[in-house]
Structures are given as C-alpha cells and as structure tokens.
C-alpha cells in the first residue's frame, strides 16, 4: 500500500494512462498488470484511478489490447468490483461502459480469464442485489451477450468455469 501511494503522490497514474496507450504490447501488459495491483489496494487508491481517468483506457485495451493485456486489464475491473465502493463501481459501468469488453472476454479460450471474469460479474450482481438494481442489470447483461455466453459456459470441461457460470445464472 506504501509503494501504491508513493507511486499516485508521484504522479505516476497519468502516466500508467499513457503507457496503456503504447504501441508495444508487452509495455500496454506491465502497465495495465501495474494497474490491477493499484486496484488490489484500498479505495482510495482506487479513486485515484478513477480520477486519472484510467478506466477509459482500460476499456480500450480490454476491447483492442492483446489477449495477455487484456487478461490484465480483466484482473483491474474485478479487483476495483472486490474492493470499490458503491459509487466506484457503479461508475464502471455507467461512466466508463466496462461491461460490454469485460463480458466479451468471457469467449477467452483461457480458463483463467474466464474465471476473473466471472469473479467480477459475481461481485457486480451481489452489488445490484443490495442496491435493488438486480433486474436492470440482468438486462444489461442479456443485451450485451452476456447469458448467451454464461450459458455457453455450462458446457466448459473446466469445472470452476462451469460452477461459475452455474453460479451466476442461478
């Protein structure tokens, strides 16, 4: 938590921005792996992210980065829906339209990915059903693909994906 607060107070998450922006892959990887261990952090650190307007390259990364930075930026969204506030993750959604690149990662032939994903849509629905928002984001969900692709999931030889999407429709 030290080094993440020395990092924000430096001025370092403008430039994380930027590096998810970079035309070197395995560059737009570090930054975004950085990221994810940012948001690993408290909710403060959390805000500085927001604030530094990451999530808007992260949206591009998880719908346009390499398979590994994508898995990253994936590791980013879910560990902000772990350990966010309300307000922050709503904002994922609302402001910085995650969902939809966040769901189609859900394709990801790697099982690993899957399951951070489904981590994330976890924690998203357990939020929507404490704010009474449950139903309006099934419907997000649906349109985005989101069921098809759960559904799809319940056919997975890997048995903690199955579960999790079991899980989750449920």
Not at 62 to 89: C, R
Not at 102 to 123: A, C, E, H, Y
């Amino acid at each position: 938590d030290q080094q993440t607060d020395v990092v924000i107070a430096a001025e370092g998450l403008p430039r994380l921005g930027l590096l998810l922006q970079h035309n070197k892959s395995y560059i737009v990887r570090e930054a975004a792996w950085t990221v994810s261990n940012i948001t690993a952090g408290n909710q403060k650190q959390i805000q500085a992210v927001i604030q530094a307007g990451i999530f808007q390259q992260l949206r591009h990364v998880l719908k346009k980065g390499d398979f590994k930075a994508q898995e990253e930026a994936a590791w980013a969204v879910t560990n902000t829906t772990t350990s966010g506030t309300p307000e922050q993750i709503v904002d994922l959604i609302e402001k910085y339209k995650i969902l939809k690149p966040f769901i189609d990662l859900l394709d990801s032939k790697d099982p690993r990915t899957i399951t951070v994903v489904q981590t994330g849509l976890s924690n998203l629905f357990a939020l929507a059903e404490k704010l009474g928002g449950t139903k309006n984001l099934c419907l997000m969900v649906e349109e985005m693909g989101g069921l098809d692709k759960l559904k799809s999931l319940l056919q997975h030889e890997n048995g903690e994906v199955y579960k999790k999407a079991y899980a989750i429709i449920d």
